[in-house]
């Protein structure tokens, strides 16, 4: 079946500095042409979560251009911080949009939960579920919201090594679809996870390097490490 992907994200020599810093983000240019998990990496306070900030559109560069045609959705580090309803099914009932026909609105609950491994949890409390899990629900409350780029910061940050690989198992499921690949850009400190990536780039001095494969940049990282 035919991709529906398209759309694409620039940045075209974006600067950006909180009031009274030095630019977080300087002269920074990148762009995301096709769906695909794509990894960021960089040190503590180098302006990664603040370049998802500029993309999602919360902060505006000081200088540059940024054009996106995608529609962004934010996942952070403690779903805790961003689920609010009592069930998985009154969770994804917020984020669906309201030009959604009410007939429509169960089975597009239903297939985001499905797509995301929780098919069986529409009525569970969110209280009962794994860290996981409610990572997965953040994951579908995107989906149904009907994001096609996913900006994941430091998704797998709280979990244990096996709900870190269900995050990674589903979001390389959703951006691999062969109907309805979404693209995703997923920032994180721990680099065994630069192997599950379609490309990768390292976040240093308020820049990006070009994109990479995930085990050359773990590599790069590695090498510098001993140094
Ligand atoms: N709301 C803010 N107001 C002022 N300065 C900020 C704000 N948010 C971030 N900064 C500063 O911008 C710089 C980059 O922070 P940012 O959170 O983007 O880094 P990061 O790469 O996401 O770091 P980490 O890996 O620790 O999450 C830091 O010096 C930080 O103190
Ligand atoms: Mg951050």
């Not at 240019?29 to 500029?54: A, H």
């Not at 540059?64 to 998985?88: E, F």
Request: hydrophobic residues 40%; positive net charge.
């Amino acid at each position: 079946m035919k991709s529906t992907w398209s759309g694409h994200l620039e940045f075209d020599k974006v600067s950006f500095s909180w009031p009274y810093g030095v630019n977080v983000i300087d002269q920074l240019s990148f762009s995301i042409v096709k769906p695909g998990l794509w990894m960021i990496v960089g040190e503590n306070g180098s302006g990664k979560s603040t370049l998802f900030r500029l993309i999602s559109g919360v902060i505006r560069p000081k200088s540059g251009k940024i054009y996106c045609s995608l529609r962004p959705s934010m996942v952070y580090q403690n779903p805790d911080h961003q689920l609010l309803m009592p069930t998985c099914k009154s969770e994804l009932m917020l984020s669906v949009p309201k030009t959604i026909p009410h007939s429509k609105l169960f089975d597009l609950v239903q297939s985001a939960l499905e797509k995301v491994d929780l098919g069986e949890m529409l009525d569970r409390p969110i209280h009962t579920l794994s860290g996981g899990q409610k990572q997965r629900l953040a994951l579908a409350s995107a989906i149904v919201s009907n994001s096609n780029l996913l900006l994941l910061d430091e998704p797998t940050a709280l979990l244990d090594p096996q709900s870190q690989n269900s995050v990674l198992k589903v979001v390389q499921s959703l951006t691999s679809s062969s109907t309805e690949p979404i693209a995703a850009i997923w920032v994180t400190h721990r680099l065994e996870e630069l192997f599950f990536c379609d490309g990768a780039a390292i976040v240093k001095n308020g820049c990006i390097s070009k994109w990479d494969s995930g085990s050359k940049v773990f590599q790069e990282l590695k090498s510098l490490a001993v140094r």
